[in-house]
């Protein structure tokens, strides 16, 4: 006898659409393995007359998520809506009703996440949320369970396709970033809007649930200093080349030695020699150090239809397995084994930074002089051939100084009247 548990899906776009068709097409197989029969009883969109591309019985949609709450054998929620409104009213009313939560909505998590989950466990309701981080890649489980007994040093992740196509077409075919871009774009890599995609906000969001993850507490979002790859331009990605590096926009979660917490967003130099360098197009890769395991690498597709379906209906059949039987835990515990975070000011980390300035004498040594004042060492320079008789880039790496220092400096340089325009500073970390 298969069991059955009612289910109601709060949204239906790309990966809500694509949970009901995995939920209709693998039925037998998730019956088999699980010894559950899900049934889908309501879904909440927000028009009803939209077009349809996965087809579902019309009787089931409605445009409040109030009338989902209504059906007490709804035993199971699931919330596909996106954003930050309407998503965290009822996921509240959820909890509130004893429904089990299961989300892949990262930007809620990170800006609510101490809330929700301080309400959950009151209410003794557990929450999933294997598609808020990595699509496919079931980082959450593994962060969170299989590496419990590990205190985490450090988590390095690429976590946006968008911005990794783009990168990743920059560095292999050579055009610039608008080209790049519009080409993501025509091949579906880049939505309509990808401002989140391109800024780093997406990725921060993610950033901060790892953080939570292997620090025990929400990382507050304007502690997390976040770049996106803007400004990355192909001269960058041959300079990078030069110095034997990638460009990457990573997320770097790391433990100091103070047992304060750094949350960074930034495009980052990694070397052409790290496993993080071959990670290309639209795929995401984590690379986990844990005490224990040492170095653990996890890659695969981290968004799309499929992908991230496949994570939501995992989590769909431990949310069945918890109505069985009561949940270990709610989701998140909560812990003060370490520090506070630390401000994007006081990390510390090793600096690429490109000025365009005038091509005369003596200009490499006031930038010297201003790092030196700054205490902050030069590992290496270049200053390419100038192809503009009256301008050069200045290339410099630098050993590692707190961010707050380089970017005084920084002030500094750019008030330079032989700087031509704004510098560009990006991370450099070996990983
Ligand atoms: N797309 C991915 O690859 C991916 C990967 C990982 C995680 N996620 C997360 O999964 C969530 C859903 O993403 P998605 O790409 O599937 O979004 P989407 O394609 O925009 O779909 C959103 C769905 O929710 C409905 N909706 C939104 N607001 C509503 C409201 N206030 N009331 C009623 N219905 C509402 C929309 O209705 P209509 O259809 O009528 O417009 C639509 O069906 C987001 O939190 C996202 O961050 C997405």
Redesign the pocket.
């Known amino acids: 006898m298969k069991e059955n548990i009612g289910i109601g899906l709060a ?6 659409a694509g949970v009901f068709d995995v939920l209709q097409h693998q039925r037998d197989l998730l019956a088999e393995r699980s010894g559950f029969q899900f049934e889908v009883r309501s879904i ?4 009803l007359k ?1 077009v349809r591309d996965v087809a579902a019985p019309s009787e089931l949609f409605t ?1 409040s998520w109030r009338n989902l709450l209504k059906d007490p054998e709804i035993k199971i929620v699931v919330e ?4 930050t409104t ?1 998503a965290f009213e009822f996921i509240k009313a959820a909890i509130e009703s004893g429904r089990i939560v299961v989300t ?4 809620l998590l990170a800006e609510h996440g101490e809330e929700i989950f301080a309400l959950a466990k009151k209410h003794d309701v557990p929450i999933f949320y294997e ?2 981080v990595a ?1 496919g890649i079931p980082i959450i489980q593994s962060v969170r369970d299989a590496f419990v007994g590990n205190r985490i040093e450090s988590i390095h992740g690429i976590l946006n396709g968008t911005s990794n196509y783009i990168l990743s077409h920059m560095q292999e075919a050579g055009p610039d970033y608008r080209a790049a871009l519009a080409e993501a774009t025509e091949l579906g890599y880049a939505e309509a809007d990808p401002t989140l995609d391109l800024n780093g906000g997406d990725v921060a969001h993610k950033a901060i649930i790892l953080a939570a993850l292997a620090y025990g507490f929400w990382v507050k979002p304007e502690a997390v200093r976040v770049h996106g790859i803007q400004e990355v331009t192909a001269t960058d990605v041959f300079f990078a080349r030069d110095f034997g590096y990638v460009i990457k926009l990573l997320a770097t979660i790391r433990a100091a030695a103070d047992h304060s917490i750094e949350v960074t967003v930034a495009p980052t130099l990694v070397s052409k020699n790290s496993v993080l360098a071959s990670v290309n197009g639209a795929f995401n890769a984590i690379a986990v150090k844990g005490d224990l395991v040492g170095e653990a690498l996890f890659y695969g597709k981290g ?2 239809r499929k992908p ?1 379906a496949s994570s939501v209906v995992g989590d769909l059949v431990e949310a069945a397995f918890a109505l069985e039987s009561p949940a270990r835990h709610v989701g998140f515990s909560s812990h003060s084994l370490y520090g506070a975070s630390k401000a994007p000011q006081d990390v510390h980390a090793c600096y690429y930074l490109r000025v365009a300035v005038d091509d005369q004498p003596g200009v490499l040594a006031k930038i010297a002089t201003i790092f030196g004042e700054a205490g902050i060492g030069i590992a290496s320079v270049i200053q390419p051939k100038a192809k503009d008789k009256n301008k050069t880039d200045l290339v410099f790496m630098t050993h590692e100084a707190a961010y707050g220092k380089m970017s005084n400096a920084l002030e500094k340089i750019k008030n330079l009247s032989c700087v031509k325009s704004t510098p560009v500073l990006f991370n450099v970390e070996s990983v």
Do not use: S, Y
């Open positions: 949204g239906f776009g790309t990966v809500g909440v969109v927000r028009d939209k445009t596909l809506l996106g954003g309407d892949g909505n990262k930007a598609a808020a699509g968004a799309g991230t």
